[in-house]
């Protein structure tokens, strides 16, 4: 969030290692503890949400919750006007500039970060 | 520990105490005020504003003439009124103009109604006077057509009456002229026997003469040529006077004759007719005789060696038969009857040929027997 | 039990000064416009106090863009607005002497890359909401907010909005409050505040033997080996404050404690 250019770029780049990663998902476990943490999280859907064919990912944990969200919404193929709404433990919803790594060290459950998703606010 | 926690707890509230002091209570009245000032700034600057405004509004209505913009304003306004209520008052007039005609036109109206109801009112007097009239001429009609039929009855009456007469008068005439044939026949008769009468004197003369002087025949043959000349000259004249010869004449000079002629016994006799037998009549050809009677019939009879044979009945009449007549031939037979018509009919099919209404009718009898008769 | 009124209200009187100067390439009238001063709490929010700054410049915005939304920015950095005012501050400011707060404000050209819109005060109140709610998700596993009612909810909200301390802290007492057995939350909720972004990890009031924790071991859990320096509210609370007290006491209204770590 700190420099818009360099951040969108990073975005992209991101996008396509947090891809390439998923396809040798068993790398994740030896490349906990270098710089860049990846955090592993589960998508469910929830409401009228569309259901992602691939419900585990793996991704960077300084990326915000809204770069998650912007993702998949690119993923599911959403119209630009419409909005999605992530959710932890059911309960809240995390702040957009919240990074992964936070919500995995303070939320996750079994080595996961769960993170609910709908089209309409759910969990006021 | 109780120190400790005194003296983190006393170090943040003095740390918090500072830094509002700092922070907060050094600005705080300084904004505040400040806050007042500009709101106060902007509130003048907006009256400000309002004031130049009004200011440039009362400048501009000042430099307009006629004593101030308020006036002048209110004149327009009065003006503007003003034409208003020309332009309403036109309207009014306008109005008020065409009410005038509208009434107008409704009286002309109403009078012409009038006039046609009047109209109407004669229309529907003349039709009643017509209809009266129309009654009255029918009433009239109807009293001529029964004037008429009375002078028609009366008419009629008269006809038959004369009619009556008429056949009354050519009876008589008939029994005139049979009388006269009979004279004649009478002084035919009697002529023959004065011939006979003058022959055999003649005779008795010669022979008187023949047996006794001549000379004195011959005088008495003279004196009695006299008197048969004289003799013969009386018959001829008397043959003559046939005509003239009167009742009396007959009755005095011929009685004998007549009583000679009257018949006293009835060869035949037989019931005709229901009622008054009116009429009789012999075929001229054959032995037949025509019968008419009160019962409107013509009925024909044979009669021959004392008896009575009907040959017909001829009906027809619608009054009962007061003559009957046969023609020259014997072919036809003429009825006349009390209806004012007579009728003829064949006698070999006894049909009713004519039937005429006869009015002046002298005689009922063929003209062709008429023309025998006399 | 956050019973220590006398702290609570320091806290909450924190105000700041703060001059309001709009972007002078923005001013389409001929006269430049005077800055708007204000007193802005600590803990409020800027779309909660700028509603009469914007009034005060949009006349002097050209036509166009006097619908788009404002944004506020200091130091060529635009202002977080989803952060407390006191955050911000204790951020970007690092010495009083700045005061007041020089303040740019900007209708034109909303950096979307950098920070996020807030198209009504709904989006405010949402976000506040959420944070509040996870706060108490650390402290009370979420039950004691979601067994709220919703004018609860409501009377938290006005009175951050209006500045009325005691309407607020009727309800939030309850937020505050631990459980009968514990006597101490379950975690702290709190945020620590890098150059490029906050850090929040699980944090236990006690450890195991049940001795209460500081400041010093969150600072040791949080930065082990390293030698900072924590800010909040404007100052530097002792090492030896404990963290329950701190949470209780030194919480912004979204019941966390948001720390700034200086190097």
């Known amino acids: ?94 702040s957009p500039d919240q990074i992964m790594k936070n919500l995995y060290d303070c939320y996750s459950t079994e080595g996961k970060l769960v993170l609910h998703y709908c089209k309409t606010p759910a969990w006021g | 520990m109780a120190t400790a926690e005194v003296n983190w707890r006393e170090e943040i509230l003095t740390k918090l105490q500072k830094r509002n002091k700092i922070q907060t209570h050094c600005f705080q009245d300084l904004i505040a005020q400040h806050n007042k000032i500009f709101d106060n700034v902007n509130a003048l600057k907006h009256e400000n504003l309002q004031l130049s405004i009004q200011n440039e509004k009362l400048r501009v209505d000042g430099d307009r003439p006629a004593g101030g913009g308020g006036d002048s304003r209110l004149h327009e306004k009065i003006q503007i009124l003003e034409q208003k209520l020309l332009s309403q008052q036109e309207e009014l007039t306008e109005l008020h103009r065409r009410k005038g005609e509208n009434s107008q036109q409704i009286i002309d109206l109403n009078a012409k109604l009038q006039e046609k109801e009047k109209f109407l009112m004669a229309r529907d007097i003349s039709l009643a006077e017509n209809a009266a009239k129309i009654a009255s001429l029918q009433a009239e009609i109807a009293l001529f057509d029964r004037n008429n039929k009375e002078l028609n009855l009366l008419n009629e009456a008269l006809r038959d009456e004369h009619q009556a007469l008429h056949l009354a008068f ?28 003058a022959d ?15 000379q004195l025949v011959r005088s008495t043959f003279g004196r009695f040529r006299k008197r048969f000349a004289k003799m013969q000259k009386e018959i001829e004249e008397a043959c003559r006077d046939t005509r003239g010869v009167s009742p009396e004449d007959l009755q005095e000079g011929y009685g004998p004759v007549c009583q000679s002629t009257i018949p006293t016994k009835a060869s035949v006799k037989f019931d005709a007719h229901d009622g ?74 006894q049909r009713l040929r004519v039937s005429f209404f006869v009015v002046m009718f002298e005689s009922i009898g063929f003209v062709s027997n008429a023309a025998h008769h006399s | 039990m956050a019973n220590d009124r006398e702290i609570l209200r320091e806290v909450w009187e924190g105000k700041l000064p703060i001059s309001f100067q709009l972007d002078p390439d923005e001013v389409v009238e001929l006269q430049q416009p005077d800055p708007f001063y204000l ?74 890359n950098q920070i996020y819109k807030f198209s009504n005060k709904e989006t405010v109140e949402s976000y506040f909401m959420a944070c509040l709610k996870e706060a108490d ?53 709190f945020k620590c505040y890098l150059d490029d972004g906050y850090r929040q990890k699980l944090i236990k009031p006690v450890d195991e033997d049940g001795r209460r924790k500081t400041l010093q071991d969150l600072i040791n859990e949080m930065f082990p080996g390293k030698n900072v320096v924590i800010k909040t509210h404007g100052m530097i609370p002792p090492l030896e404050t404990p963290l329950q007290w701190m949470s209780e006491h030194l919480s912004y209204p979204d019941n966390f404690l948001h720390l700034c770590v200086q190097t």
């Open chain 3, 39 to 112: 007193m802005v709490p600590r803990l409020s929010y800027f779309p909660l106090v700028t509603d009469k700054v914007r009034k005060h410049f949009l006349r002097y915005v050209a036509n166009d863009k006097q619908d788009r939304e404002m944004w506020l920015e200091y130091d060529g950095q635009p202002m977080k607005w989803h952060y407390p005012i006191g955050v911000l501050y204790d951020l970007l400011i690092t010495s009083d002497d700045q005061l007041p707060w020089n303040i740019t404000v900007h209708f034109d050209k909303f950096p979307e």
């Open chain 2, 276 to 349: 008054e037998v009116n009429a009789v009549k012999w075929s001229p050809v054959d032995r037949l005789v025509a019968t008419g009677g009160a019962d409107r019939k013509v009925k024909l009879w044979e009669i021959s060696k004392g008896a009575c044979e009907s040959k017909g009945m001829l009906v027809g009449s619608n009054a009962g038969v007061m003559a009957v007549d046969f023609d020259a031939s014997g072919t036809m037979i003429l009825g006349a009857s009390n209806d004012y018509a007579s009728r003829v009919w064949t006698v070999a099919d």
């Open chain 1, 1 to 94: 969030m700190s420099e818009d250019a360099s951040e969108n770029k990073g975005a992209a780049d991101s996008l396509q290692s947090f891809q390439s990663m998923n396809i040798n998902d068993g790398d994740q476990e030896n490349n906990q503890k270098s710089d860049k943490q990846k955090i592993d999280i589960l998508l469910k859907p929830t409401g009228n949400a569309p259901i992602m064919k691939k419900k585990k990912w793996t991704v960077e944990g300084d990326k915000p919750i809204s770069w998650i969200a912007e993702f998949m919404k690119r993923y599911m193929k959403l119209e630009p006007q419409e909005k999605l709404f992530l959710y932890v433990n059911q309960t809240f919803a995390p």
């Open chain 2, 200 to 214: 055999r004197m003649n005779e008795e003369n010669e022979n008187f003469l023949n047996d006794g002087s001549k």
């Open chain 3, 137 to 189: 998700v650390l402290k009370h596993r979420g039950q004691i907010a979601s067994n709220m009612q919703k004018k609860d909810h409501n009377q938290l909200w006005l009175g951050l909005q209006n500045d009325k301390f005691d309407q607020f802290w009727a309800v939030n007492r309850k937020l505050m409050e631990v459980s009968q057995e514990q006597e101490h939350f379950k975690y702290i909720p």
């Open chain 2, 170 to 197: 050519t009876c008589l005439e008939d029994k005139m002229r049979k009388l006269q044939d009979e004279n004649r026949q009478l002084l035919d008769r009697l002529m023959k026997y004065k011939t006979k009468d």
